[in-house]
């Protein structure tokens, strides 16, 4: 495996389910990132790690968990989601944080439907 | 006033033809400036990187930043089927802590 993987790539759940989002990345990278992509709408930044840290939480609502247990993974715990909350959530990686390249790798996403 | 403004399009050229997208931005602290491109059922990857103001050349792609009128551009020359997708710009002043993306632009080139 290389670059960032997310699974599942495809996930329909009921507003009163809870499920998880997971993200992992092969790349040796120190700093990891949620974001939301919505249909004619900018990339939302949600969550930022570094070095398993949390350094940003960008007024996400509770019902948006992360979690980092390592610097290669990165998981989103989702419960009690609204039909709004469909998206496809992005996960990224980068060498450094504030890194100047400003590059970040993205996953392919997890595309989430919220019935 | 949004933060960076792009339009969505979708914008359809043939083959071989100059491409030309654009962004505007509100913030002149700004400095740091991307493009990234996103191919349909993908994640966005970075195509171009530029600091400051000033042109820079990658192959058919050459990025563009005017600080002075907070707007930036990409040019594809000689553009291909395989350049069909949606282009997002992405600005920041603190490189890839915070960016701040455009809504992105869909282009198709038709062959």
């Known amino acids: 495996e290389t670059g960032v993987t997310q699974t599942p790539r495809h996930l329909v759940m009921g507003m009163t389910n809870k499920k998880s989002l997971k993200c992992e990345q092969h790349?040796?990278?120190?700093?990891m990132y949620w974001y939301k992509q919505s249909a004619k709408k900018p990339l939302e930044l949600m969550f930022v790690?570094?070095?398993?840290?949390?350094?940003e939480n960008n007024s996400v609502p509770s019902r948006f968990s992360p979690e980092c247990p390592n610097s290669s993974h990165l998981f989103l715990h989702l419960h009690t989601l609204q039909p709004e909350d469909s998206a496809l959530y992005l996960c990224?990686?980068?060498?450094?944080?504030?890194?100047?390249?400003?590059?970040?790798?993205f996953g392919e996403g997890s595309r989430l439907t919220v019935l | 006033q949004k933060e960076v403004e792009q339009d969505p399009g979708p914008l359809s050229v043939p083959e071989g033809a100059i491409v030309s997208l654009n962004c505007t931005y509100s913030n002149s602290a700004f400095q740091y400036f991307m493009w990234y491109r996103q191919y349909s059922r993908k994640g966005p990857e970075l195509l171009m990187y530029t600091y400051s103001s000033g042109n820079k050349e990658d192959g058919r792609f050459t990025a563009q930043v005017d600080k002075s009128s907070k707007y930036i551009s990409l040019f594809i020359r000689d553009s291909q089927p395989s350049d069909s997708a949606t282009y997002l710009c992405?600005?920041?002043?603190?490189?890839?802590?915070?960016?701040?993306f455009g809504t992105g632009t869909r282009l198709t080139i038709i062959p």
């Open positions: 992405a600005i920041s002043n603190f490189g890839n802590e915070k960016l701040t």
């Open positions: 990224a990686s980068s060498q450094e944080l504030r890194s100047n390249t400003g590059e970040l790798f």
């Open positions: 790349l040796g990278h120190n700093a």
């Open positions: 790690y570094s070095l398993e840290e949390r350094v």
